[in-house]
């Protein structure tokens, strides 16, 4: 949710960038305040420069906002505090057992490995499955997301 302190993050991005239209996101990652910060650590830490989601979470009026190729998206913490802004460079979708060992690496979580990135999101979209109420199996189509870091300057890939 947009809120006075996201928007004056974008506003300071925006000055520095006029050429950026208005348009942006707002993600908190994981499903637990505490979980949004240990997520948004790792961005600002320069770890976490990927993300991914069930293609089921951005259906439905409720749903979260899709990503979109070359998009802007304000990153907040477990209170909603705005940690840094992302424009989106890359975008797949693929069945949850096709992400690959690179593609967890640069989600930068755990271990960094594969085995761990499909254990922590078998995990986590089975409880969103039960909250949302879609189908969890591993061919479930997941959204593949790559990102750059893009402000504040201090963070910027």
Excluded: I
């Excluded at 979109?68 to 890359?90: F, I, K, N």
Aim: with cysteine; net charge negative; aromatic share 10%.
């Amino acid at each position: 949710m947009k809120t006075a302190e996201t928007e004056e993050l974008w506003r300071a991005y925006r000055a520095a960038h006029p050429d950026v239209g208005d348009d942006y996101d707002v993600v908190a990652f994981g499903d637990s305040a505490a979980q949004a910060d240990e997520l948004a650590e790792l961005v600002v830490a320069g770890t976490k420069r990927a993300t991914a989601g069930s293609a089921y979470s951005f259906e439905g009026d409720d749903a979260e906002p899709a990503p979109v190729l070359g998009g802007h998206v304000v990153l907040v913490d477990g209170a909603g505090r705005p940690r840094c802004v992302w424009r989106t460079t890359q975008l797949d979708v693929k069945p949850l057992t096709e992400v690959d060992a690179a593609f967890a690496w640069d989600e930068g979580e755990g271990d960094r490995s594969l085995a761990y990135w499909l254990d922590a999101h078998r995990a986590y979209f089975t409880r969103e499955a039960g909250r949302l109420g879609y189908p969890f199996d591993d061919a479930m189509p997941t959204v593949l997301e790559r990102f750059t870091v893009v402000w504040p300057p201090e963070l910027a890939d």
